[in-house]
């Protein structure tokens, strides 16, 4: 049987013979491939929550990003010419790091209507991550969301 360090070991001699192979890059490497100390816990995949529509998120105050595709999808959605979208519902990010939409004057999301999203059917893809790839410190004292039970993979 080969142990995890001679696998180490292995792999290390695969790319130093490839074109491929840097010495900073076999460092990083090695400070990446330590074994654990025995005992050392791993902590379990975070939880993952199903979304409840409960509109917290659209209320805090931020950025929310769109790509091209996305303000291509809003705008037909709205039945709207992109041009005059950008203009009526974007802003620039800081730094122009590309667009986000307006908010209202209270920073909730400018599509925000009562409890209900306007583009729901089309909204951004960092709307559709929330809270499971991001979400903003004390989310879970706000949100409805509904934590998952972990299912067991073996």
């Known amino acids: 049987m080969i142990t995890e360090v001679e696998t180490f070991h ?3 001699a ?6 491929l192979f840097h010495p900073h890059l076999f460092q990083l490497l090695s400070l990446s491939f330590q074994p654990l100390p025995k005992g050392t816990l791993i902590d379990p995949m975070p939880p993952t929550y199903l979304c409840q529509r409960c509109t917290a998120c659209c209320r805090w105050p931020g950025f929310v990003r769109v790509t091209q595709e996305e303000i291509q999808e809003i705008a037909s959605f709205l039945k ?3 041009d ?20 209202q004057e ?3 999301c400018f599509f925000l209507s009562g409890n209900d999203c306007s583009i729901q059917a089309v909204k951004p893809q960092q709307c559709k ?7 903003f410190p004390g989310w879970r004292d706000l949100c409805k969301a509904i934590e998952l039970p972990v299912r067991d993979t073996a």
């Open 10 to 12: 292995l792999r290390e």
């Open 14 to 19: 695969e790319l130093m013979g490839s074109a």
């Open 80 to 82: 709207m010419d992109e």
């Open 84 to 103: 005059l979208f950008i203009q009526d519902y974007t802003r620039l990010r800081p730094n122009r790091g590309g667009l986000a939409l307006i908010d």
């Open 106 to 108: 209270n920073g909730a």
């Open 129 to 135: 991550d929330f809270p499971n790839s991001w979400n």
